[in-house]
């Protein structure tokens, strides 16, 4: 599966849409978020995730999706069930966005 980028105007519908979903906060700025692009694009297409949506929101475009996910760093890594955030966290770690991702299998 691809990453899909996403914006406030369609952020809510995913979130109703999809069981499970996995959003990177980024700005362009950011040079850390730049760096882990193809990391969570490898990850989006991993079978094991098949399940998760992908996508991809700038955090300084899309104010209520920020705010959705409790974005206070970046990047900045939210996974959502049934449309509620189970958790988010500000990292460049890739094995910590593989732990959320299996939390929510």
Known sequence: MSV???KDQDFNNQLVNHDKIVVKYYANWCGTC?????????????????NITFL???????PVARRLGGVDNLPFFAVFKDGNLVEGVATSKEEKL????????
């Open 34 to 50: 730049k760096l882990f692009s193809p990391k969570y694009k490898r990850l989006s297409n991993d079978e094991r995730y098949a």
């Open 4 to 6: 899909e980028e996403s």
């Open 98 to 105: 593989v732990e959320m991702l299996d939390s929510i299998l």
């Open 56 to 62: 991809d929101v700038n955090a300084e475009e899309n």
